[in-house]
Every structure is written in C-alpha cells, then in structure tokens.
C-alpha cells in the first residue's frame, strides 16, 4: 500500500489541505493584523488545494475499478 505512489500523492494533497487549513485557523484564532491581511489568501489556497486531492481521489478510484494497476 505504502508502494503506491498514487496513494501517497493523495496523501501528500490532503495533508497540505490540513497545513493551510491550520495556517488559517492559526491566524484567524490570534487575531492579528497578518491574519486579516492573508486570511482570505489562505482560503483560495485551501480550497485549490482540495480540489486537486478531490481530482486525485476520484482518479485513484477510477483506475482501480476499471481494473488499472
């Protein structure tokens, strides 16, 4: 499983949507001026970001049922 490299693509995608996701929360909870400045910033990154491990995933389970390996 750990030899699939589709499957750590997928992992990688979705652990970068944590790390923005916990940038802007991080921001938005200190309150700052930074946060005010980068938070929506943060967002459109957050959400690019799902959309490609979105796209990954759904390609992952594609493959697999029409039998790619």
């Known amino acids: 499983m750990l030899q699939d490299p589709f499957l750590i693509l ?3 995608a979705c652990l ?3 790390v923005v996701l916990m ?3 991080g921001g938005f909870a200190k309150g700052s001026g930074w946060a005010q400045k980068n938070s929506n910033k943060l967002m459109q ?7 490609v491990a979105v796209l990954l995933i759904l390609a992952y389970v594609y493959f697999r049922q029409s039998g790619g390996e």
């Not at 990154?45 to 959309?51: E, M, P």
Request: no cysteine; glycine share 18%.
């Open 16 to 18: 970068a949507v944590v």
């Open 10 to 12: 997928i992992g990688l």
């Open 23 to 25: 940038l802007g929360l």
């Open 45 to 51: 990154y957050r959400i690019g970001a799902q959309f």
